[in-house]
């Protein structure tokens, strides 16, 4: 009796020991950098201080219903989700999340940062990364289809749904490209200066959907569109896909640790988890596929 009391204790502490030496391992980077909280790069010590925009639609933030809109404290919303992950991943606890706004632009710019990062659907590109830093990808913005319910191809779930279909489509988007070399309906898109355009056309029933970036079509449905529906993604990527990332400071190290956490989100599944809640099951999007 006496042994095995002494095997279970040795076993007890043969575990927590192997747990502080995985959690001494998730809190440095491979580079020997400390994640820990209280070495971390933050605006305010000891807080998580994330930026998002003056006003954020579902399902970035907030439920299609309605819950929870334009109020990323209540954790509903894919980014607003994310950032809690985030956070929990880095240590911190959900009171310790310090929400503020800021306009789109006017952090692209050179300069510190009153944030520790930002998330708004930034695409991440090379002009932009002369002046600021963003993270690891934590989205690849698909392609999609914008439609009224009544139109015959709401219910399209293969290209071929579409041969016949008149599409709408922006200017010099990659959108364009997509229906040209993917899609190849058989009536060529017809093509406007801008999305305002382009949603008008749809409104008057001058196009039978807009293919758009899935961005923009949970906007467009979210606040131009009343009694439009985001139909579906389409599987097939576009050739060059946008890619958001979390926004920081030009060279802020607090980079590194996010990007720490959220290979680790990715790798345990939490991040297709959230896309599947969030974007897939809330927006109610299908794929459509070849």
Known sequence: MKWKVLSALVLALALVAGACGDDDAATTTSAGQSCEVADLNLVNPGQLTVATGELIFPPWVGSPDGTGFDEPESGIGFEAALAYAIAEEMGFTADQVVW?????????????????????????????DEVVDFSDPY?????ALVAFPDNPIADATTLADLADALLGVQIGTTSLAYIDDVIQPNTAPAVYDTTVDATAALTAGQVDGLVVDLYTAYYMVGAELTGAVVVAEFAAPAAEPDEFGLLFEEGNPLRTCVNAALAALRADGTLAALEDE?????????VISE
């Open 278 to 286: 969030w974007l897939v099951a809330a927006g109610g999007v299908r």
């Open 100 to 128: 503020m706004r800021t306009g789109f632009d006017e952090v692209i710019a050179p300069g510190a940062k009153d944030f520790d990062f930002n998330l708004q659907q930034y695409t991440i590109s090379a002009d932009r």
């Open 139 to 143: 989205y690849s913005n698909a392609q």
